[in-house]
């Protein structure tokens, strides 16, 4: 069973930045693919970034340029700088991991607003 346990979520201005991080407690992380996804109030789950265990990373058009995801395996920690923040970008966003099965952190708050 792997946990999962995101933070850095909170209220910024648009134009601001945030940056989100995942601490996973599993042996062998590195083998990992990765994942932020997010859901916004009366949307469904929107895959945001990926990477992959070898760092390779794909992105969602709509966060291309403004947000980047990376890992650092020695810390079991999954990251997601998000800068230019809209308040389109406003949701829960979620941390995920897959290998042989999928596992998902309890999400953490962004609010982009005035």
């Known amino acids: 069973q792997v946990q999962l346990v995101e933070s850095g979520g909170g209220l910024v201005q648009p134009g601001g930045s945030l940056r989100l991080s995942c601490a996973a407690s599993?042996?062998?992380?590195?083998?990992?693919?990765l994942a932020w996804y997010r859901q916004a109030p009366g949307k469904q789950r929107e895959l945001v970034a990926t990477?992959?265990?070898?760092?390779?990373?794909n992105y969602v058009d709509s966060v291309k340029g403004r947000f980047t995801i990376s890992r650092d395996n020695a810390k079991n920690t999954v990251y997601l700088q998000m800068n230019s923040l809209k308040p389109e970008d406003t949701a829960v966003y979620y941390c995920?991991?897959?290998?042989?099965?999928?596992?998902w952190g309890q999400g953490t708050q962004v609010t982009v607003s005035s």
């Open positions: 995920n991991a897959k290998w042989m099965e999928m596992y």
């Open positions: 599993a042996s062998m992380f590195s083998i990992y693919a």
């Open positions: 990477i992959s265990n070898g760092g390779s990373t």
